[in-house]
């Protein structure tokens, strides 16, 4: 029995000292059902506001520069580590404790609420899920990391998938286009995984078919290299003579040196970037520091030439400065009723210091304004030193902590290398004498011909086992495939106007791919389509596949960053059409676009109407560039073209089945 699966559907979005948007680093937006189209300049943050969802919903950031997909469980991990940096630079110092994504929305019968501080990618401050009949399901606990835990147990059996790994996959690999503009056709590393969840094999098979397709192609890469080893072997002992000598423990410290080593080069690669930041948080120290000293500077030399100490000592920089920081800045004294008393004493028009009555005087309109313009400018780069210090010393900390961990390793590494001096190779790569390199070379030769076979049994047993999976995976796309091909080829033809259709094909033993036939031609490149049209014909697969995995008329919401890139007019257009089928299925979508001419944005909200389409202005949440402010009309005219559209009477006809 094909199996469904239920994603999530986003209600509202929460972001908290979001630093990048600078005129609202704070927002809220509720998320109504069909499109919510976030438009705006380049530069703004589009692809971050993206990024925060998916963060807040899976705990990582995808990292665009990462090798290979090898597992959904690999990826996951992998990108842990990422993903805790990823808003560095972003989010500004300060901000970082308190900087927070919160998401309301639903799966299936149950809604969640969510808040994920934008730095802690496995823990969770708050978490509420609630089923239909109003009952609470999430555990009451002050352990974020339990708590997200427990998020991670409940959306596993709403989503009716097995590991949390199945889940982020699906997230970013079908629901997310973003800017890594990552493509599903002829891409056998990801299709696979994506093909057993979506074509409702149990997530169980879906996941043990995962594992056994990574299992097999690591043997596989295992015996060839052990092959490899048998010939290089081989090859050596012919050139010195064989030799039958046993050096069974070779191998094994071979293999410790060798982790001992990339552990050094680990820390080492760590430190070596720790140390940059560290030295770019002391420079930045460094200059905000210059920066107020100028200022001071400055204020000192506005004070003494527009007003007189006697008539205004309440504006005196020693007296400003014992007034805010309780200091004396003649004794350096420090007490917390130094600004009392000194608040007292000008009260009551006495000097601070000598105590001489003082004359009051009012300074003219035009110097007053000069200092308290410097004044002003002063408090705020006082606040840019403290956050440059608290940078500052977080990475300080952080290189000690590196410095710590490396010393260690390369002692433990120095340690090893004195204790097995003889039997390691030398630089050279020889050995004490010619008879050890013979019986180096005879015993890697049988070692390196049993693992061959240890690793070909291996890859033949995951081989037998995976056999059964692929069949199952076969026959649920042949079921399918009256529902899923029809869909696709319906989506892609209102963008491409060809006639498109998608075929099953292997790429290996273990990996499936999706093929693309064009207008009854098999494609196995893309040659023929250019690159922004693949982009929105792999978009098109995606919504196809969304629409098999999912029930008929169940909401999901699906991310896109959108790729207009060099399509004319007429694609563009094209491309709107597209994205209107698919939301008025009854699916929804969270895109991104620049606001400039563009025909896709146009077709789209003709297709929707005001009823399935939200404009919001990014430009209200984040500040112009020099250039772009100066045409800022520009920006207006075009939101006004589509928002004209948005606001005329519907013609929309309402769901629209694929």
């Known amino acids: ?236 002992m012919k050139e010195m003579g064989a030799s039958d000598i046993d050096e069974a423990a070779f191998e094994s410290l071979a293999e410790k040196h060798q982790n001992l080593v990339d552990q050094v080069d680990a820390y080492a690669g760590e430190l070596h970037r720790l140390q940059r930041e560290a030295a770019d948080a002391r420079l930045d120290l460094a200059n905000v520091s210059a920066e107020y000293q100028a200022l001071r500077h400055q204020y000192d030399k506005v004070f003494s030439q527009r007003l007189k100490s006697h008539s205004a000592p309440h504006l005196h920089p020693l007296v400003v400065d014992a007034l805010q920081s309780n200091r004396c800045g003649v004794c350096g004294t420090d007490d917390s009723q130094i600004s009392v008393r000194l608040s007292e004493k000008l009260d009551n028009h006495c000097c601070p210091f000598c105590d001489s009555t003082i004359e009051r005087e009012s300074p003219t309109a035009e110097s007053f304004e000069s200092l308290k313009q410097v004044d002003s400018e002063l408090a705020a780069t006082r606040d840019r030193v403290k956050a440059a210090q608290v940078r500052r010393d977080r990475f300080d900390k952080a290189v000690d902590e590196a410095l710590k961990l490396h010393s260690n390793s390369t002692q433990a590494l120095d340690d090893f290398e004195t204790a097995n001096a003889k039997a390691l190779p030398t630089s050279d790569g020889s050995i004490s004498s010619l008879l050890d390199q013979r019986r180096l070379a005879e015993a890697e030769r049988k070692r390196a011909t049993e693992r061959r076979d240890e690793w070909r049994d291996k890859r033949d047993a995951a081989r037998r086992e995976l056999e059964p999976l692929q069949r199952a995976l076969r026959s649920a796309y042949e079921t399918a495939e009256t529902e899923f091909v029809p869909a696709f080829r319906e989506l892609a033809r209102q963008f491409l106007g060809l006639d498109l259709d998608v075929f099953l094909d292997t790429a290996d033993k273990t990996r499936f791919v999706l093929g693309l036939e064009v207008q009854g031609t098999r494609r196995r490149a893309t040659t023929a389509l250019s690159e922004s049209q693949r982009f929105f014909i792999d978009i098109a697969l995606r919504m196809a596949l969304i629409q098999q995995m999912t029930e008929p008329g169940e909401s999901v919401t699906s991310y896109i960053d959108t790729p207009e890139g060099s399509l004319d007019i007429a694609y563009e257009a094209r491309a709107g059409a597209m994205f209107g089928k698919f939301v008025l299925s009854g699916k929804n979508m969270i895109m991104t676009a620049n606001i400039n001419a563009n025909q896709l944005l146009l077709r789209l909200a003709e297709v929707c109407g005001s009823e399935h389409m939200e404009l919001v202005r990014m430009t209200d949440w984040s500040a112009l560039s020099e250039v772009q402010a100066s045409e800022e009309a520009l920006f207006d005219e075009a939101y006004s073209r589509v928002e004209a559209i948005l606001s005329s009477p519907d013609d929309s006809q309402g769901p629209v089945p694929l």
């Open 1 to 236: 029995m094909s199996i469904r699966r239920r994603l999530p559907t986003i209600e509202r979005v929460g972001l908290q000292n979001f630093s990048i948007y600078k005129e609202r680093p704070t927002l809220e937006v509720d998320i109504q059902s069909g499109v919510f189209c976030l438009a705006g300049a380049n530069g703004l943050g589009k692809s971050s506001f993206l990024a925060a969802i998916n963060f807040g919903l899976t705990g990582i950031v995808a990292n665009p520069d990462r090798s290979a997909f090898a597992s959904t469980r690999k990826f996951y991990t992998n990108n842990l580590e990422y993903s805790r940096h990823y808003f560095d630079g972003r989010i500004e110092e300060l901000d970082r404790d308190a900087a927070e994504v919160s998401l309301q929305f639903t799966v299936g019968t149950r809604r969640y609420e969510l808040t994920r501080n934008l730095f802690e990618p496995e823990a969770l401050r708050f978490l509420r899920i609630v089923n239909h009949a109003g009952e609470i399901l999430s555990i009451e606990t002050d352990d974020d990391e339990l708590r997200h835990e427990n998020y991670k147990r409940l959306l596993l059996e709403d989503c009716r998938l097995s590991s949390f790994d199945q889940f982020v996959f699906l997230q970013h690999f079908l629901l997310t286009f973003d800017e890594r503009r990552h493509l599903l056709f002829w891409d056998e590393q990801v299709t696979t995984p994506m093909l057993y969840l979506a074509f409702g094999i149990h997530s169980e098979d879906a996941k043990r078919a995962d594992e056994l397709t990574h299992a097999v192609n690591r043997a596989e890469s295992q015996r060839r290299n052990a092959q490899w080893q048998v010939t290089t072997a081989r090859r050596r």
